[in-house]
Every structure is written in C-alpha cells, then in structure tokens.
C-alpha cells in the first residue's frame, strides 16, 4: 500500500496528546470551565483513539488489498510483521520495567508484567495496575484485534459481510458503553465491575474507533472511484469532519458515551478526505518535517513513555521527574527508532506478499 501523506502528521497530534496528559496539563487546566468542560478533545484518550481509527483503517485497507491481489491473506506472514512492527520497543520497554522491578525501584508485581507481555493489560484487575505498565492497555486491544480481524476479512465473501460485522462489532461497542456501569445484582448485593477492573479498556467496548475505522476502509475500497469523484477538493467534507469530531462544542449536553462515536467517525471522515487530497495545504501541513518524523517515531515515544511519564506527574524515581522524564521519552524513541525500528523495517519487507 501507498504511503499517505499526513497520517503520520496525525500521530504527531495523538501523540502530543498523550504526552501532555501523562505530563499533567489536567492540572493546568483546572479552574477554566470551558478547557474543562471539554478535555476530552485533546487528552490522552482522544490521542489513542485517533491512533485506533488510523490502525483500524490501516490494517484494514492492507488486508483488502492483499486479498483482492492475491485471493487470500498470507496469515503467517502478516503475524512475522507485526510481530517484528511491534515487538522490539516492547521487548527494551519490558526488560526496562523488569529491571527495576528486581532491583525493587518499582513494585515487583510480575503477574501485572507478565499480563501486560501478553497483550491482555486491558482485562488487568485494579489490584494489579501499575503506572509504568497502564499505557499497555491500548496496545493489548490493538493485539486482539490483529488476532482477530485478519481472519474476519479472510473468510468473507462479499464485502458487504465485512461491512456487517464491522457494524455488528459497532454496535456491541456502544451498547457495552451504556451497560457496564449499571450494577450486577448478586446475592442480594449490588456489585460494579467498574470497581475491579477498566471495563471502558476491554476489547469491547474499546475496539469502536477501530471498527469505525475498518468499517470506513471497506466503504472506501468498495467505492473508491465514487468517493474520490465526490471529496476531492471538497472542503465542505473536510469541515464536516471536524464538525463530527468537536460536535460537543455546539451540542450542548451531548453524553460521552454519543462523544466516543461522534470523534472516530469524524476522524475516519478527515482520514478519507486526506486520502484523497493528498497535494492540499492541510497535509502539507502535517507533512512539515519536524511534524512527521514526530509521527514516525510515535510508536516508540508511545511505549517508553510509559516508564518515563506513567499515567501521570506521579513517579517516584528521579528519571521520572521532569523535564528529565520528557528528555529521556525522545532519547529512548529516538534511538529505539533509528537503532532498532528501521533496521527490522528493512527486514520486515521480506514477509510481504
């Protein structure tokens, strides 16, 4: 598949997200009702959202078009490159974790490491949570959807097949969104899964912005000639793309749980209107040097700044305060990057078919 222009640009923009959630602009932000009121625009969350809508949309579009290539998926070749995708910075990142954890400068939970190397920190019970490891939590659900959604795309037939399921999945998400903080009745006492584990990070509900984003690259493969005719150049789509994803702004009272459909839905709609104005302003824009390289190494700042930032301004290690804990997230994915992540890039090639 071709390189797209600007998306690496919007993982410059999840990224910053992240990070200044984890470095505790929260706290900046407090006491100004209108920044308050509407956080969820730029915090961490919304950055790993607009991250799943990109790898739903992504992976998606790669598997549609190996398939319609080929006839089929090359499952094992497609597992070999993500393994080595997404493996290497783990593998530094968890001996790192682990390290400290011996030499006890971080809680020796080994089961919470152990959860967490296998991809399933999103299912972690409260009692084994840690800052260092909390961000795993998205690359678990981004896991089990790899595991998951090759062999969907595989066995349809008809794209519309594909599309239902997507939408199925849609649909258990925003249900799941509504009932998981009701209370469960049991023996007479009411009990909330919310107080033993992030049910909001379980795979459903928290594979909506992906599907939302495969469920757009389907749309887009099957119509591709027809959408192209109809948003290229047209900057009213682009307008209502953003309009979807700041919906909050103008409707008053709109319930989060409306939100977590409202922002995938307009970044699936900005990511479609990026694929096809790839010479416009916007993703030149978002193709600025110092913007893009921030999107390429995203991966890596993503997974060492779990160690170095945690999931807050809260870590008692030294490398943990800032402004060193930042220095050291861009050293680490940095080089990570160029040491490690392009050399097995290189690599990787050798697994597409």
């Known amino acids: 598949m071709r390189y797209i222009k600007g998306f690496d640009g919007l993982r410059a923009i999840s990224i910053i997200f992240v990070l200044l959630t984890h470095l505790g602009i929260y706290s900046v932000i407090k006491g100004n009702k209108f920044l308050e009121k ?18 739903g949309f992504l992976i998606t579009s790669l598997l549609l078009k190996e398939k319609k290539t080929n006839g089929r998926i090359n499952l094992k070749y497609f597992f070999i490159r993500r393994f080595l995708r997404l493996m290497p910075p783990l593998l530094i990142f968890f001996l790192a974790v682990f390290i400290l954890m011996f030499f006890n400068f971080l809680p020796s939970d080994y089961l919470a490491l152990l959860i967490s190397f296998f991809y399933l920190y999103n299912f972690v ?10 961000h795993t939590w998205s690359l678990g659900v981004e896991e089990q959807f790899y595991f998951l959604w090759p062999f969907v795309i595989n066995k349809i037939k008809k794209i519309k097949t594909g599309l239902l399921i997507a939408a199925f999945f849609v649909f258990c998400c925003i249900v799941m969104n509504f009932i998981y903080p009701l209370p469960i009745s049991f023996n007479g006492r009411s009990y909330f899964l919310t107080s033993y584990f992030f049910v909001d990070r379980w795979f459903i509900p928290a594979c909506l912005p992906i599907m939302i984003g495969s469920f757009t690259s389907i749309i887009l493969t099957e119509y591709e000639n027809y959408f192209h005719s109809k948003i290229h150049g047209n900057y009213l789509f682009l307008a209502f793309s953003l309009f979807i994803f700041v919906a909050q702004l103008f409707i008053p009272g709109l319930s989060i749980n409306y939100i977590k459909v409202f922002q995938p839905i307009g970044i699936s709609c900005l990511l479609v209107w990026i694929y096809f104005n790839q010479n416009k302003l916007l993703v030149n824009v978002l193709e600025l040097k110092p913007i893009s390289f921030l999107g390429k ?36 994915a940095i080089l990570s990057y160029f040491f490690v992540e392009k050399r097995i890039i290189k690599f990787k090639n050798k697994f597409k078919t």
């Not at 019970?125 to 909390?134: D, K, R």
């Not at 190494?297 to 800032?322: D, E, K, N």
């Open 38 to 55: 509407n956080y969820n625009l730029f915090s961490g969350s919304t950055g790993v959202m607009i991250f799943f809508t990109i790898s």
């Open 125 to 134: 019970p409260h009692i084994h949570y840690t800052g260092e490891l909390g």
């Open 297 to 332: 190494i995203s991966y890596g700042v993503y997974v060492f700044q779990g160690l170095f930032l945690r999931t807050g301004p809260s870590g008692s290690l030294t490398i943990q305060h800032y402004p060193l804990n930042i220095i050291l997230v861009f050293l680490f």
